[in-house]
């Protein structure tokens, strides 16, 4: 920001009451902030989340494009890739007119187990900060601010709300912390998210890691928000924390005010907030007085299904492909039996605050009955039955009357009476905070389904709180539902689900009603059905049959909600409801067996030795099915790589316990985690970070030496530039992710076995070579001195391996520090550097 816009912004500061000031540093509703009109400040909108922009609303008549998961643009190992996942949610935002986006999050898979961890990018601080700081600096561009979170060590989810992560220096400054560096060095996000957990004692809202590095070393200069309901009290005003989030309520309001007035809290500091927030404003267009600066709205175009598509294609890993399984031999394929419930109904994304509407899915079992040639033959069956909730009313059930839609809300006082009523097409209702119309006490959704199959269905609803469930007149339910989670929003983001047995005849309508009285702090409510079922054993049965009969069997397995999403951790890595034996009978029946895993982290596949080939296909967002099709049809090849390592067994994996003892989770493991942790085990996992294969075949050419490392002139230089030239040996055009890992034998200091310093991706015709040119940062050679409490580096020789794996390394070349090498500027803090960009 440039000397004039500070000292306007200082003016401006100037001409606030210190009651408009603390009105300013809280939130105003679930998702806005105040205007001021004095001024010339309007609200400012912000939205969830990493993979898509829900809006303001969380609202499935106000569609959002869903992208795929975080971890799957991660396992792109694509800064290209991540930065048009930015540009596609800037031009979600700027339609949806969000200010503010509330991503990335870039906490790292600390444990296979974190329940998050789809929404984050890897286990790996550089390909997080590298990914995290494309996808940053697309969104802002257009004029989208982004907000990197949670600032720090959220890295799982058991008690996120008050668990004190107990770690060390070395740990929080070269793993934690690493990835928020980066991005703050390289993108300079707009805000960063303090986290709900403490760290060492502190909790993060008044941690005084929000100054130290961020401000002072970092040299941030945009608002930090309170992760929502995170800020605890008064003691936040005095730490680094701006803006309070969500409002109206909040811990600063007339307390702020007041210890103000009596001199406990210096004005000077809320004025340092108000003016981050107006700098804010300024950036996003919101202050009437700062016209330059926020380009023109950058818009989706026609093609965002596509990019959806090749950006889910890009991510997806193939494992393991024996004999050439894939692509599918077409010519030779007249019958393909597609198999798991996930195959027709596929989690598409993650669940919690990241969640979006999507307009439209396109299942595995559409894309590929869509993409096959006339005269193959598709057949399906769930084969097992994932013991996830039942889902929505199906679509093809409702029937509005006289073609209307056909769902209608009534919103009703406490005595009954009809506040507001309208209509809509499905009942999944979603309500932050006070968001409501003015006088309802409750809200009742009434609908009248057509079953399709005669049978015993489940019918029921999800939501929690007092509910009242009734069908064709026969009340089912009518008492309180205890909230399924603990912790502020777990009602909205994972309401429990009660369902009921119905006999239904097919063509017989039945009348449906939910009423719920509204809890303060906002609901979640919607009907739930599940259709009859066939038993286990002759659901099992079928697929062993379908698959006898097919020339290839294609089955999906993953998990539910249930075991894998925001607000808890899984308590295994296993697949849920029988998915393995599935997997094994299918294989069994079928030689050529393909698995497509559809979860957003790491899950054991015992099998993955008797089928023949293996995809990790993520939560792929919502043109999932389409991009598979592509993949398995040989259309798009799977560009991904792990970005974690993917485990053989549970008792394997070094760190695995996220469960805090008296409220506190000590990350004992130090500096060594994800693969880091693996090699220093000396344990094989079943696929190591950084795998994956594509449809062809490379060759690792050559190495150039690379230059040895100086005085990094700027914070974000690279120390050095590893040149490598790889060749297409195989008979197709592909992509490679071309991997250098740092190593230290005989280093005076504890040291991963290696790490990785830097990437690059190949796209290559069969017999073409390509040059690659992999910068490698300043900080993959630096270590924290824990005693000196300074960035330090070892001067000598590094040795730089270089393959296509963390375990796949096929040349090796040195990287060398000189002695007298200084871990400096980067270590200095930024205010102590000349032309530092900080103003403050
Ligand atoms: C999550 C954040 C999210 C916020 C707002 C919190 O529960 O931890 O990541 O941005 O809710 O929805």
Known sequence: MSRPLEEHLDALVGKLDLSRK?????????????????????????????????????????????????????ASWDTGRAADAGRLLAAEARRKEVDVVLAPTINLHRSPVGGRHFECLSEDPLLTGRIGAALVGALQEHGVAATVKHYVANDSETDRFSV????????????????????????????????????????????????????????????????????????????????????????????????????????????????NL????????????????????????????????????????????????????????RRIAVIGELAEHPRIQG??????????????????????????????????????????????????????????????????????????????LVRFGSDVPQGAAAVELTTTMCP???????????????????????????????????????????????????????????????????????FALSFRAMRPRRSPADELARARQDARAADVAIVVVGTSSQIESEGF????????????????????????????????????????????????????????????????????????????????????????DTRPVDGRLPYREGIHVGYRAWLREGVEPAYPFGHGLGYTTWELVDLRQP?????????????????????????????QVVQVYLARPGSGIDRPVRWLAGFATAHAGPGETVELDIPVPWRALWHWDSQADEWAVEPGTFDALVGFSSADLHKTTTVDVPAGTQATPGGTPISQQAGSPRER
């Open 707 to 735: 230059a040895a490392v100086r005085h990094a002139d700027a914070p974000d230089s690279p120390a050095t530039v590893v040149t490598a030239r790889v060749r297409n040996t195989g008979g197709r055009p592909g992509k």
């Open 452 to 522: 399709d199959l005669t049978g015993s269905w489940q019918l029921g609803f999800r939501g929690a709180g007092r509910i009242m469930f009734e069908a064709d007149g026969r009340t089912l339910h009518d008492e309180d539902v205890p909230s399924a989670h603990d912790g502020p929003g777990a009602d909205i983001l994972t309401p429990p689900v009660r369902t009921f047995d119905v006999e239904l005849t097919a063509g017989r309508p039945v009348e449906l009603r939910v009423r719920q009285r509204i809890p303060a702090g906002g």
């Open 278 to 333: 107006l700098r804010l404003a300024a950036r996003v267009g919101a202050l009437e007085s700062v016209h330059a600066g926020r380009p023109a709205a950058v818009r989706a175009g026609r093609d965002v299904r596509a990019r959806l598509r090749a950006a889910a294609a890009d991510g997806t890993v193939l494992l393991h492909n024996a004999r050439a399984a894939l692509p599918l031999p077409l010519d030779r394929v």
């Open 164 to 275: 004190d992560v107990r770690l060390g220096e070395r740990a929080l400054r070269e793993l934690y912390l690493a990835p928020f560096e980066d991005i703050v060095l390289t993108a300079r996000p707009w805000l960063l998210m303090a986290a709900y957990n403490g760290v060492n004692g502190t909790t993060m809202t008044e941690h005084e890691l929000l100054d130290d590095p961020l401000r002072t070393r970092w040299g941030f200069d945009g608002v930090v928000v309170s992760d929502w309901r995170a800020t605890r009290s008064l003691a936040a005003a005095s730490a680094g924390l701006d803006l309070a989030m969500p409002g109206p309520d909040g811990p600063w309001g007339e307390v702020l005010r007041k210890a103000v007035e009596d001199g406990a809290v210096p004005e000077s500091t809320l004025d340092i907030k108000v003016k």
């Open 22 to 74: 603390v009105r300013l540093l809280t939130g105003a509703s679930h998702a806005h902030t105040y205007a001021e009109p004095a001024v010339g400040l309007r609200a400012m909108t912000f939205s969830d989340g990493p993979a898509g922009v829900r809006g303001p609303s969380w609202d499935d008549e106000e569609p959002s494009a869903c992208l795929p998961c975080p971890t799957a643009v991660a």
């Open 569 to 656: 951790d899984r308590a295994h890595l296993c697949l849920p409801a029988g998915q393995d034996d599935l997997v094994r009978a299918v294989a069994e029946e079928n030689p050529n067996t393909v698995a497509v895993v559809n979860a957003g982290a790491p899950v054991l596949l015992p099998w993955r030795g008797d089928v023949s080939a293996v995809l990790i296909a993520w939560f792929a967002g919502q043109e999932a099915g389409a991009a598979l099709a592509d993949i398995l049809t040989g259309t798009a090849e799977p560009g991904g790589r792990l970005p974690m390592t993917w485990p053989a067994h549970t008792e394997d994996v070094p760190v695995l």
């Open 351 to 428: 669940g919690g605050s990241a969640e979006v509407c999507p307009a439209q899915v396109v299942s595995p079992l559409q894309g590929l009955r869509a993409a096959l040639p006339p005269g193959v033959e598709v057949t399906y069956t769930a084969g097992s039955y994932l013991d996830g909730d039942p889902g929505p009313l199906p679509a093809a059930c409702l029937r509005g009357e006289n073609g209307g839609r056909a769902v209608r809300v009534r919103w009703l006082t406490d005595t009954g009476e009809e506040v507001r009523t309208e209509s809509r097409d499905t009942g999944e």
